[in-house]
């Protein structure tokens, strides 16, 4: 009984992820979405150097276990949580310095967020499938932006470069823009059939 529970649960969970990023995307601009397809993308690497089993998952989702799939649906939640915390302390004191909270700062971390978001509603599929349609959706809203990726990278360097000075530290050595263009290919076969 108590599995029954967990497991509606976890389906409930991972429904409101999709359906929520989802109305997010569809209700902002094209760039924003180039954002999250481009930050997401970054995610995607650096996910998959820290969890082998990553770059696997994403692309043959239907391929593993349930179970196998909520902990890493819950690890890359863990993160994103982690980070909302992090960027609502870091608001709260700028706050307390006296400072505004730029709308560019509050892009950012929506952008970043959401682009979590991308790889929990894909791994969503395989947890509860009939979700499927939906994720197919949000990933042709993010492809369908991708002739902005050129536009919403620059933004996104000069956003983390405004954000690092304001912190009282240097711009960091970014990807190089050709280099992230080329990361921005990723699309989900489990998609690509019926839309291609």
């Not at 990023?21 to 997401?40: F, H, N, Q, S, T």
């Not at 996910?47 to 391929?63: C, H, K, L, Q, W």
Request: aromatic share 10%; hydrophobic share 40%.
């Amino acid at each position: 009984m108590f599995d029954w529970i967990k497991k509606k649960g976890e389906n409930a969970k991972v429904w409101a992820c999709v359906d929520i990023l989802k109305r997010d995307l569809e209700m902002y601009e094209p760039i924003y979405r180039a954002k999250v397809l481009a930050m997401a993308n970054v995610h995607r690497l650096q996910s998959s150097a820290m969890m082998p089993e990553f770059s696997d998952v994403i692309r043959n989702t239907y391929d593993y276990p349930r179970q196998q799939l909520i902990r890493l649906y819950d690890e890359i939640e863990y993160v994103r949580n982690t980070s909302k915390i992090q960027q609502s302390q870091m608001r709260a004191n700028i706050k307390k310095m006296g400072g505004d909270i730029q709308d560019d700062i509050k892009e950012i971390h929506k952008v970043t967020n959401a682009s979590l978001e991308v790889w929990m509603t894909l791994i969503a599929c395989g947890i509860k499938p009939d979700v499927r349609d939906k994720v197919r959706d949000i990933w042709v809203l993010l492809w369908n932006s991708r002739h902005l990726l050129p536009q919403a990278i620059d933004q996104l360097i000069l956003f983390f470069n405004q954000g690092t000075q304001l912190m009282g530290g240097q711009p960091a050595d970014n990807m190089d823009k050709d280099e992230w263009l080329k990361i921005c290919d990723f699309f989900p076969e489990q998609f690509s059939k019926s839309l291609f």
